[in-house]
Nanobody, 123 residues
Framework: QAQLVESGGGLVQTGGSLRLSCVVS????????MGWFRRAPGEERELVTR????????YYADSVKGRFTISRDNAKNTVYLQMNSLTPEDTAIYYC????????????????WGQGTQVTVSS
């Protein structure tokens, strides 16, 4: 029922920044808890960050705390991921995902997914 489309990925040097966007269509966007996952080559998807509905409560993986910021604009049906101080370890495909249950951590707890956008960080 919901469709998610990510954009904003690309190639950036170490220390640079990127801003990812995810536009959601379908049921009211404000119903969803939104998350960003990433999958590095040969690895499983991991939860990077998550944002609740209207209260804006967030979760960040330890590896990105202080560097990444998730935000949402319910009026625009869009969630963002601002990524600063990027390192090669951040290289991955980044996925936007939507969930309806509280505090979702695992990929299986998210109901809808985008197709991903590639982020590559060079030394």
């Amino acid at each position: 029922q919901a469709q998610l489309v990510e954009s904003g990925g690309g190639l950036v040097q170490t220390g640079g920044s990127l801003r990812l966007s995810c536009v959601v269509s379908g049921p009211p966007f404000s119903r969803y808890i939104m998350g960003w996952f990433r999958r590095a080559p040969g690895e499983e998807r991991e939860l990077v960050t998550r944002i609740q509905r209207n209260d804006g409560s967030t979760y960040y993986a330890d590896s990105v705390k202080g560097r990444f910021t998730i935000s949402r604009d319910n009026a625009k049906n869009t969630v963002y991921l601002q990524m600063n101080s990027l390192t090669p370890e951040d290289t991955a495909i980044y996925y936007c995902a939507a969930a309806t249950q509280s505090s979702p951590y695992y990929a299986s707890q998210y109901s809808y997914w985008g197709q991903g956008t590639q982020v590559t960080v060079s030394s």
